[in-house]
């Protein structure tokens, strides 16, 4: 079955730990993007990636990291998390950013 | 900067009846896509109408498309519970980042 599998779903941490959520597809895409949903402020991405080794940020990268070593996974890394990460985290992927996105069922993040 | 904005933010009607929903955006566009989202979920992609398309079908759904105003609507027809669910409207801007821009949504409710 064609997915966008995200761990964990859900995580409730502290302010500092560094944590990372992980994102895989299994659609041979090329196109993997970040986004956070906030409410009263939609769907913003945070960062995307062309291809292997090609990362770029999107509108809200600040506090955030990505890497893509393997065209299936895009991990999105947070060194020192604080509150105002606390959010909705949808990872997606497609052939290309023009095209259909595919979305992983998100991962709900609570820093305190 | 948003580029896509839906209207209304909340829509409410009862089963059976249909529901339109607006969008509009500022810049030049490739193509222009709809997604909806079940509560907490991942979104889900509807339909994609390109720029130089004025209407597509798929099912109950009907998108049109007015370039020159800059504008889409999204209609159900017959609408069901399980149409229950927030839709988004997202654009592929004609030039600068390669990325679509979601609007904040609209939260659809269906009465039965």
């Known amino acids: 079955e064609a997915q966008v599998t995200q761990n964990p779903r859900y995580l409730i941490t502290v302010t500092g730990k560094k944590l990372t959520v992980t994102c895989s597809q299994n659609?041979?895409?090329?196109?993997m993007s970040w986004y956070r949903q906030d409410p009263g402020l939609g769907l913003r991405q945070i960062y995307y990636s062309m291809n292997v080794e090609v990362t770029d940020k999107g509108d809200v990268p600040e506090g955030y990291k990505v890497s893509r070593k393997e065209k299936r996974n895009f991990p999105l890394i947070l060194e020192s998390p604080s509150p105002n990460q606390t959010s909705l985290y949808f990872c997606?992927?497609?052939?290309?950013?023009?095209?259909?996105?595919?979305f992983g069922p998100g991962t709900r993040l609570t820093v305190t | 900067s948003q580029q896509g904005e839906e209207d209304p933010q909340a829509l409410s009607i009862q089963e059976g009846e249909n529901a339109t929903m607006n969008c509009s955006y500022k810049?030049?566009?490739?193509?222009l896509q709809w997604y909806r989202q079940n509560s907490g979920r991942g979104l889900v992609h509807l339909i994609l109408i390109r720029s130089n398309e004025r209407e597509k079908h798929s099912g109950r759904l009907r998108v049109t498309l007015d370039t020159s105003k800059k504008s889409s609507s999204l209609l159900i027809t017959a609408s069901r519970a399980a149409d229950t669910a927030s839709y988004f409207c997202?654009?592929?801007?004609?030039?600068?980042?390669?990325?679509?821009?979601f609007g904040q949504g609209t939260r659809l409710t269906i009465n039965p």
């Open positions: 659609m041979n895409h090329e196109y």
């Open positions: 810049t030049s566009i490739n193509n």
């Open positions: 997606a992927s497609s052939n290309g950013p023009s095209y259909e996105q595919y």
């Open positions: 997202a654009t592929d801007p004609l030039e600068g980042a390669q990325k679509l821009v």
